[in-house]
């Protein structure tokens, strides 16, 4: 079975890993504003442009975890829940959490390999997410030697970068399973227009 990620607003098939994430994949039910206009800051003017049914939430096996997802550099402080890819997607189904992909990586004994982290970004929201991206300057908003905690471990930042949706299914870079390494992955929202790029910002443990 082959992965994809699913991304804002609309998904592809990959050959590498079957990993779908909906990093963005939501859309702002806000009437009279343009993108550039106003952020979003109630929950309910928010919906995934697909969010998962009742039986796909229940397949994910949704699992609260112990301790934080925590960025201190652009203030990011979450909690962090697991769950399982289901019919080739990753695809979280709330907006305020970091969410461990279980049955990608090994998450379990992270020494071992990557683990990887999904968490949305949605256009014009003030998300957890989305301190991640930099709008503006189209790149992630954490920069290399910033720390990472993900629950009890520590991680140093070695590298961030923009993948095109259409290539990151084949981008070795993504889904190299090496011990220590950790992968947060997002949407790089744009000031108008639909998301076309994701955000790979990869840590190894301290």
């Known amino acids: ?22 990093c963005a994949g ?9 993108d550039e206009q ?6 309910a003017q928010i919906q995934l442009e697909e969010p998962p049914d009742k039986a796909e939430v229940e397949d994910m096996q949704i699992e609260a975890l112990d301790g934080d997802f925590q960025v201190p550099s652009v203030g990011l402080d979450t909690g962090l829940e697991s769950m399982t890819e289901v019919n080739g997607a990753i695809n979280p189904p709330g907006l305020h959490n970091g969410y461990v992909v279980r049955n ?47 629950q009890d471990r520590d ?4 590298d961030s970068y923009t993948v095109s949706k259409t290539d990151i299914s084949g981008d070795d870079r993504v889904w190299a399973d090496e011990p220590g390494r950790l992968v947060i992955l997002t949407c790089l929202q744009r000031a108008s227009g639909r998301s076309a790029d994701n955000v790979v910002i990869e840590a190894v443990a301290n």
Do not use: C, K
């Open 1 to 22: 079975m082959t992965p994809r990620i699913l991304r804002s607003w609309w998904s592809f098939p990959v050959t590498v890993v079957i990993i779908a994430l909906i």
């Open 26 to 34: 939501a859309w702002m039910l806000v009437q009279g504003f343009s």
């Open 38 to 43: 106003s952020t979003v800051e109630d929950d």
């Open 104 to 150: 990608h990586g090994t998450p379990d004994h992270p020494e071992r390999g990557t683990t990887y982290v999904a968490i949305h970004s949605v256009q014009g929201a003030e998300l957890p997410g989305n301190t991640l991206i930099d709008v503006d300057a189209g790149t992630a908003a954490v920069e290399t030697g910033e720390s990472v905690t993900l």
């Open 155 to 158: 991680y140093t930042v070695t």
